[in-house]
């Protein structure tokens, strides 16, 4: 099992804006289903709240501190990382860290992989932001142009000495 955090991401690291992506592109959301499909994602409660249904032919699962989220059933609503793991290792699938900002902080040091949709924008009036250095502990492997001036960029953790 590989723990992969897919992010689309503006020039100015902007990720969200009132609790929504701040953008709509068709090519990086037919990216995202074609890449997470038939896999485990997890989110945050706000995201959760953002999508606001499951995302079919996935494992959902909500991490969210106080465990008061109103889910349907075929989701999965957890307080720590370990139980999101564990389901995935027991699915036999990867996990997708899908966001937002406070999931990605608490997987930052379990992430192998980085899958980072460059926005070719900069977000005025963002209110979530990826850190500076998320991928400091990465390096580049590949890059693919979707369209629209969009480029995934593939990331791999450098092996530790």
């Not at 955090?5 to 090519?27: M, Q, R, T």
């Not at 996935?58 to 307080?79: K, Q």
Request: hydrophobic share 45%; with cysteine.
């Amino acid at each position: 099992m590989v723990i992969i955090g897919i992010v689309a991401i503006a020039k100015n690291l902007a990720i969200g804006k009132g609790g929504k992506l701040p953008w709509h592109y068709s090519a990086d959301l037919r990216f995202f289903k074609e890449t997470t499909m038939g896999q485990t994602i997890v989110m945050g409660s706000r995201t959760w709240r953002s999508i606001g249904r499951p995302l079919p032919g996935r494992t959902n699962i909500v991490l969210t501190r106080s465990g008061n989220v109103d889910a349907p059933d075929e989701v999965a609503v957890f307080t720590t990382k370990e139980q999101a793991i564990a389901l995935a290792v027991n699915r036999n699938t990867d996990l997708y860290v899908i966001g937002g900002a406070q999931v990605f902080h608490e997987f930052a040091g379990d992430i192998d992989r980085w899958i980072v949709t460059e926005v070719p924008a900069t977000v005025e009036d963002a209110d979530t932001f990826m850190p500076a250095d998320f991928l400091g502990e990465f390096q580049l492997e590949s890059k693919r142009d979707l369209c629209d001036g969009l480029v995934v960029s593939f990331y791999a953790r450098e092996p530790q000495n």
